[in-house]
């Protein structure tokens, strides 16, 4: 139906590897949005798609749009400890400013 | 400029009460969302008013109700407290209505129901 699957649920890395999370939709998507929210925190935002095969790079995050409007992925390079957190994908509704929200990846990194 | 902020910080309530949660957006926006984020879930999705009328429904009882105000801040009513209430609620808000919009989350409120 209306949900956006997130995965993988956890992921653990040592300092300096590398991250991704996917997001996966049924149906095709007017837009994407990610957030990241720390232990403790509130969702903060990072980036939107919205074209087909859309990439947007922010220092050592890359955002991906698939060329199909129905998947996207965050891809961190040599992670750090500030990296910790939930990353969450979310997909806008057409007519209203509703988000719906994937379960998030929740990455943790080892110094 | 100020954040989205919202009160109280934390709440505990028993079940059966009632509780009122506030927002206030940041200064010029005028669409106000709600939503309620248990642990280890993401933020679901509640309630959004702009230009104080309802423009979204979540799927969510008639238990929880929502109200914006003439400067834009917003209340969150939740009647009949159940167990299954107890999360964190966040305000977002945005500069307009539609989803392309950034939305700029509050710190929320915990609220515990026992």
């Known amino acids: ?111 | 400029d100020a954040g989205v902020t919202q009160s109280p910080t934390h709440l505990i309530k028993t079940r059966g009460q009632q509780v009122t949660l506030r927002c206030s957006p940041i200064s010029g926006h005028k669409s106000v969302s709600w939503y309620q984020q248990v642990l280890g879930q993401g933020p679901q999705f509640i309630f959004q008013y702009y230009e104080k009328e309802e423009r979204g429904r979540g799927n969510f009882p008639d238990r929880f109700s929502a109200r914006q105000f003439p400067n834009y801040s917003s209340e969150l009513n939740v009647n009949a407290l159940l167990l299954g209430d107890s999360a964190l609620y966040l305000c977002a808000s945005s500069r307009d209505w539609d989803s392309y919009n950034e939305q700029f989350f509050g710190p929320g409120t915990r609220l515990t129901v026992l």
């Open chain 1, 1 to 111: 139906g209306q949900q956006v699957m997130q995965i993988p649920q956890y992921q653990h890395v040592q300092e300096g590897e590398d991250f991704t999370t996917y997001c996966n939709s049924s149906t095709t998507l007017s837009n994407i949005q990610w957030y990241k929210q720390r232990p403790g925190g509130h969702p903060v935002f990072l980036i939107q798609l919205v074209k087909s095969g859309e990439v947007k790079k922010q220092k050592r995050l890359t955002f991906q749009f698939g060329e199909a409007k129905k998947n996207s992925s965050l891809h961190i390079t040599a992670t750090q400890t500030t990296d910790v957190g939930t990353y969450f994908c979310s997909k806008g509704s057409s007519n209203t400013g509703k988000l719906i929200f994937g379960q998030g990846t929740t990455l943790q990194v080892k110094p």
